[in-house]
């Protein structure tokens, strides 16, 4: 006897998320510095030409100088999202290192 299922894929993947629409407030770990961290999703062309999905970290501060800064990380997007993937992301950016401005 045939049983047939309609599974989907958080039923399959209970972890798996999906990326946050909000901002997360964090504190840069070497400079102490208060930052904001969002993410987005996109796509990026790799050396080899290949149209790959990633996962864009944006991290915003201010410098010195009272400038508003941006940096930005590119991940490959994984398989299967999960909490612990946005985790190591913030992670990382609270620990990569701040433009600093230019002096006149």
Wanted: net charge negative; aromatic share 14%.
């Amino acid at each position: 006897m045939f049983e047939a299922h309609s599974l989907n894929v958080t039923e399959l993947f209970p972890e798996q998320i999906t990326l946050p629409c909000k901002r997360f407030n964090r504190t840069h770990k070497t400079s102490l510095k208060p930052i904001s961290i969002w993410f987005s999703e996109g796509k990026r062309k790799a050396r080899d030409q290949v149209v790959e999905r990633c996962i864009f970290v944006y991290s915003e501060y201010w410098d010195d100088q009272g400038n508003n800064c941006f940096n930005c990380q590119a991940y490959h997007y994984p398989e299967y999202l999960t909490q612990r993937d946005l985790d190591r992301y913030i992670d990382l950016a609270t620990q990569q290192e701040l433009h600093k401005s230019l002096e006149n």
